[in-house]
């Protein structure tokens, strides 16, 4: 169950004028809390203010969020250990029409619950993906955002309803890697590291950009590019990056089937000397 709060009063209903029920105006962040603590923050944070930014919302205060948050978990009485915290940034009530009137201001809504802890063989053996046939849209204006504009990761969830498959991977119109359906997905050739590039659509997660920083404050090479499905496929070693679970190695997509590799091994290594426990 998650409990939800707005300005540090608990809520269980949204009012109907509000920009996100009508058009999807606003953002999110999951954000993982671990021993009481919420997890990546400054990225978390780095990534909401771009996008009110971006999108011309009014940004929260850094402190404040945090503020809501500790509130929400002490109200909630969620177990702080292994929790789970999202916060939305709508874009406010406002009367019938796209363009936002000019003195309406940002809603901010804060929900914790409590968070499963993943299966210890997802990261020993890997997990299966299947390839899904809805595509990720084109648009450079909201490469890389996690807005409330989410039916195409909906729908491509969906697919795999009926299947064991724990992700589902996303292509673009042109047949191009983008993401998971809740994930962003690595792909490893000749002990060499790359992500598909999200200049033109994709959400950039936060555990995409820390493997991104910890991966070339150690050292290790790691580029940014297009990522045919071809290329994919032929790759060495896959593997899986998302804010609550870390990383988890691709065992399988569709028919095909790879092992857990040593690149994957080094790097989830790393991510447990960097605070993400999971990958311990």
């Not at 109200?75 to 363009?99: E, F, M, N």
């Not at 299947?163 to 993401?179: H, K, P, Q, Y």
């Amino acid at each position: 169950m998650t409990h939800w709060f707005c300005n540090g009063q608990a809520i269980d209903s949204l009012p109907i004028d509000d920009r996100a029920i009508h058009y999807g105006d606003g953002l999110f962040e999951t954000i993982a809390i671990r021993n009481g603590e919420p997890r990546l923050w400054s990225l978390h944070i780095e990534r909401l203010h771009s996008g009110c930014d971006r999108l011309g919302l009014d940004s929260p205060a850094d402190e404040s969020l945090r503020v809501e948050i500790t509130a929400a978990m002490h109200a909630a009485q969620v177990d702080p250990s292994y929790a789970l915290a999202k916060l939305i940034i709508t874009a406010g009530s406002s009367t019938r029409g796209y363009r936002r009137p000019i003195s309406v201001g940002s809603r901010v809504l804060t929900g914790v619950s409590e968070a499963q802890r993943p299966a210890a063989d997802n990261y020993q053996a890997g997990v299966v993906a299947v390839r899904c046939t809805t595509t990720v849209s084109e648009q450079p204006t909201l490469a890389g955002l996690k807005t409330l504009n989410r039916l195409e990761q909906v729908l491509a969830r969906n697919e795999r309803s009926n299947t064991d498959a724990f992700e589902g991977l996303m292509c673009d119109a042109d047949g191009r890697l983008i993401c998971g359906t809740m994930s962003n997905v690595f792909v490893v050739h000749d002990q060499s590291v790359s992500t598909p590039a999200l200049d033109r659509c994709g959400v950039a997660g936060v555990m995409r950009q820390h493997v991104l920083n910890t991966l070339k404050i150690a050292g290790h090479e790691i580029t940014e590019k297009n990522v045919s499905w071809d290329h994919a496929m032929a790759a060495d070693e896959l593997f899986l990056t998302n804010s609550q679970f870390g990383l988890v190695p691709i065992q399988g997509i569709d028919e095909q089937r790879w092992r857990v590799g040593p690149v994957t091994g080094k790097v989830m290594k790393l991510l447990a000397q960097n605070g993400i426990e999971e990958c311990s």
